[in-house]
């Protein structure tokens, strides 16, 4: 990954630990032309928190000339959704941002 | 024969972005689905921003660089980030439909969207209307 986006994903991670700290369960990011695509997953994501984080991008965006994208999942959705494309995608060919490496493919939400 | 002006790009999109919102509206309410709001009302954005960006000279082509060249809009003070976030958002919600699996549409999230857009549409009609006078239709 280049400069620009790992910058934008190391500030990504960082902002998402701070905004969610242990429901935050996977952060993992693809290069795809000028965009950076970020799968979040967290536990028990509420809407209004999935609405919000458009923002977060849109900042981290304008901050590293990359364009953001997020992809939030609350981590129960996500399991539904692992065996579909976008989801497999993300898993296989997603860097993880996360020190320590990764939960989601835990079952989550006890 | 002359070549295409900037003034005369500007204006095709503007009209463009109306035309795709006005088709939104007129679908809003009418079905359960919200999602081809979303891609309506995302292409008005779009078609926003480019003529925004064609009425200040710097034209970009394809959708994937409208959003850079709209943050380098802002860093440069020519547009605001209220207006690149707003941009942003509804590129998010297209995203959203549009790559990932089987996600719909938030049906409060698709009227924010459209909400936006008017902003965003007025803001450009206007500021072109200031640079190169009245739009036909608008």
């Known amino acids: 990954m280049d400069a620009e986006a790992a910058a934008a994903l190391d500030e990504s991670a960082e902002l998402l630990l701070k905004r969610f700290g242990e429901r935050l369960r996977d952060v993992r990011a693809v290069r795809e032309g000028g965009s950076l695509v970020v799968m979040v997953v967290v536990d028990d994501l509420a809407e209004r928190e999935e609405h919000r984080l458009y923002n977060v991008a849109a900042g981290l965006s304008r901050r590293h000339g990359v364009t953001v994208f997020f992809a939030p999942y609350s981590t129960h959705d996500f399991a539904r959704r692992r065996p579909l494309p976008f989801e497999v995608y993300m898993m296989e060919e997603g860097e993880s941002a996360l020190a320590g490496g990764t939960d989601s493919n835990e079952e989550g939400e006890a | ?138």
Not at chain 2, 30 to 59: I, N, Q, W
Request: proline share 4%; with cysteine.
């Open chain 2, 1 to 138: 024969m002359s070549a295409y002006s900037f003034e005369a790009a500007a204006k095709y999109y503007i009209q463009r972005a109306w035309v795709h919102f006005r088709a939104a509206r007129r679908l809003q309410g009418g079905s359960e689905r919200t999602e081809p709001l979303v891609v309506l009302g995302h292409h008005a954005m779009m078609d926003a921003a480019r003529a925004l960006l064609f009425a200040l000279e710097a034209p970009v082509d394809g959708c994937e660089k409208v959003l850079p060249a709209f943050a380098a809009l802002v860093a440069e003070g020519k547009a605001t980030e209220e207006m690149h976030s707003m941009l942003h958002e509804s590129a998010s919600l297209f995203f959203k439909i549009h790559r990932r699996s089987m996600i719909p549409a938030d049906p409060r999230e698709t009227e924010s969207l459209l909400n936006n857009v008017r902003t965003i549409l007025r803001e450009v009609r206007d500021r072109i209307e200031q640079r190169y006078g009245l739009i036909e239709g608008l």
